[in-house]
């Protein structure tokens, strides 16, 4: 075998090494700083309304971290099934609509310790026609600054003034 066989065997053999402890590291949930779990009370919601969600954060580091309560609740993705039958999935990005909404939600930051968790409510809206003009069944999950990523919660929508 010539020398630049063994160089390039020797590259492609530590791509692959890096590669495997890559993937293994973002399959491990204790390689993750934080963990988010995700749940609600309500399976079925009227349409144009909102769906109570209750989010536990869990510090898995071994340091302090401070979390925004406006990055908490701002990112979320859902699928559902829409009205012609598709499976449709969305990323779904809330924003507070007035200023001091915003601001407030900003600088409301929390601490975490190593190993604490921190638990905290939300009403996700179901105002966004685009979305939830039909009743339908969905699957939520919510999404921290591309650090972690909640498990998933279902509920369903039905139209509350219908008989």
Not at 66 to 87: I, M, P, T
Request: hydrophobic residues 35%; aromatic residues 12%.
């Amino acid at each position: 075998m010539t020398k630049q066989g063994i160089v390039f065997l020797t590259c492609a053999l530590a791509m692959s090494i890096t590669g495997q402890a890559q993937e293994n590291a973002q399959l491990r949930p204790e390689a993750r700083p934080i963990s988010l779990k995700l749940s609600t009370e309500s399976a079925k919601v009227c349409l144009g309304s909102f769906v109570p969600l209750e989010l536990k954060i869990t510090n898995h580091s071994d340091h302090e971290i401070k979390v925004s309560n406006l990055d908490v609740w701002r990112d979320f993705s859902f699928e559902y099934v829409a009205s012609d039958g598709s499976k449709k999935t969305v990323g779904y990005g809330i924003v507070p609509g007035r200023i001091e909404d915003y601001i407030r939600r900003r600088d409301n930051i929390f601490s975490l310790k190593p190993d604490a968790t921190y638990t905290t409510n939300y009403r996700f809206p179901l105002g966004d026609r685009r979305y939830f003009e039909d009743s339908s069944k969905y699957t939520l999950r919510s999404n921290y600054n591309g650090v972690a990523i909640s498990n998933v919660v279902s509920f369903e929508t039905y139209d509350c003034n219908s008989k």
